[in-house]
């Protein structure tokens, strides 16, 4: 058909998929005001935690120490057909996007992926 699909909130609303902001780490890493409660992000816990243990997989998979979750978000959206649109504002955001090119999820990790996506869903989560 020649149609290319474009995911435009590709990390989700505030980048609450990214996996940046958890619940146990609400600030982002960053010394702030955590900017979500934890209201917000413990409903989000299995796909945060699933982004985790996939990204600690595939560093060691690939021998990579710098593949991260947002990585991983953006890998994943990939795996679903879609091309992330994501803004490149801040040098870690560049990085994530960049350092895509070079690797891809395993079937099992897009699995383990999709798996925490359905908990998040089934616990009725809305962006």
Known sequence: MGLQVFAS?????????????????????EVAVPRFTLAQ???LRPLHEAMGDVARRARQRC?????DTTQVA????????ASPLCDVITD??????TSCSDWSL???E???????STAVDKAKFRW
């Open 9 to 29: 909130n590709a990390l989700g609303r505030d980048e609450l998929a990214s996996g940046r902001y958890t619940a146990a780490n609400p600030t982002g890493g």
């Open 63 to 67: 021998e990579r120490a710098d593949i």
């Open 110 to 116: 897009v699995s383990l992926l999709d798996a925490a």
């Open 41 to 43: 992000l413990l409903p």
């Open 74 to 81: 953006l890998q994943w959206v990939m795996s679903k057909g």
């Open 92 to 97: 870690s955001n560049a990085r994530a996007a």
């Open 106 to 108: 395993t079937d099992a």
